[in-house]
């Protein structure tokens, strides 16, 4: 088993937003932030949220992981009404990046070599929209030529986090180990 990791960003630059929207989701949708239904009231829900750049906002949240932070990016876009784009890394092995708005996905692309698409029977894009990828990620025709073309999963991290400008190599559960993380995300408890 290789490194894992999945985290949530918001194409936006309205942090206040971005955390009522979060406040939100923990109050009225807790479900889909991993909390059973019948459990919901006590329960504090903890999310690490950074502004990474100008243009972007990470979230962390323990619940997010390869599976579960695309349902929670597809419901989260449904609230703000702007670009929310997943990201999920599984054992080395996959890099599966999702983008969502108004609750719909609009564009996902999964880094992988081909063995691993055949041993993973399912493992498909749900909507390929390179043309919707690059547009919000901004990445010039150029460079997202060479990214789309990346096999690996860990090359194509490096790649578009440099090209992005922000790390995507985060997760909630590295916050107390990793100092530049927690310099980085602050804590709110909803």
Request: aromatic share 12%; proline share 2%; charged share 30%.
């Amino acid at each position: 088993m290789g490194r894992s990791f999945a985290n949530l960003h918001i194409k936006s630059n309205n942090l206040e937003k971005i955390v009522e929207a979060l406040r939100e989701l923990s109050n009225e949708q807790a479900q889909v932030l991993g909390v059973p239904n019948d459990e919901t009231h006590g329960i504090k829900v903890i999310v690490y949220v950074s502004k990474s750049n100008e243009n972007w906002i990470s979230v962390l949240h323990d619940y997010f992981v390869w599976g579960t932070v695309k349902k929670i990016g597809k419901t989260l876009s449904r609230l703000i009404r702007e670009p929310v784009m997943t990201a999920g890394y599984m054992n080395e092995e996959i890099f599966e990046l999702s983008f969502f708005e108004n609750g719909d996905i609009q564009a996902e692309r999964i880094f992988c070599e081909q063995w691993t698409r055949d041993e993973y029977e399912h493992l498909k894009e749900e909507r390929l929209n390179d043309d919707y990828l690059r547009k919000a990620l901004d990445i010039h025709n150029e460079d997202f030529d060479n990214i789309i073309s990346i096999t690996s999963p860990e090359q194509a991290v490096d790649k578009l986090s440099e090209l992005t400008k922000m790390s995507l190599w985060s997760d909630s559960e590295w916050i107390p180990y990793e100092e530049t993380l927690s310099k980085r995300f602050k804590k709110y408890e909803f």
